[in-house]
């Protein structure tokens, strides 16, 4: 393989584990600019209404958990419940050799305040 090949490898490879994306679904409000986050249902004390829900991935978890928040903002929620934290392990090629790799998952609940 070419020095070239290599490095282009190398950097498809950092690429590809570096971005992190979500999905979401529930209804859309007027976009907000500050989002709270909370892990515990038991810490928010203003009454509030579930407008969705959505699942991060990336292979960085704060970035996935950042990449939550700007989806949340975009789609009008005034906080994120976060209910799980998964890693997911995968191997090349879909083989069954140990795990070569993994990609954070989080799961999250948007809420606007009433």
Request: proline share 1%.
């Amino acid at each position: 393989m070419s020095l070239i090949a290599k490095f282009s490898a190398v950097g498809l490879i950092f690429l590809l584990t570096s971005c992190a994306k979500t999905t979401y679904l529930g209804s859309s409000h007027q976009a907000t600019d500050v989002v709270d986050v909370f892990f515990d249902e038991r810490n928010i004390t203003v009454e509030y209404e579930v407008i969705g829900r959505a699942i991060g991935e990336g292979h960085r978890i704060k970035k996935v958990k950042s990449k939550l928040i700007d989806r949340a903002k975009e789609e009008g929620a005034n906080a994120i419940l976060i209910s799980a934290i998964e890693v997911d392990n995968y191997a090349v090629n879909g083989s069954v050799a140990p795990a070569v790799g993994s990609i954070d998952q989080v799961k999250a609940t948007f809420i606007r305040y009433k």
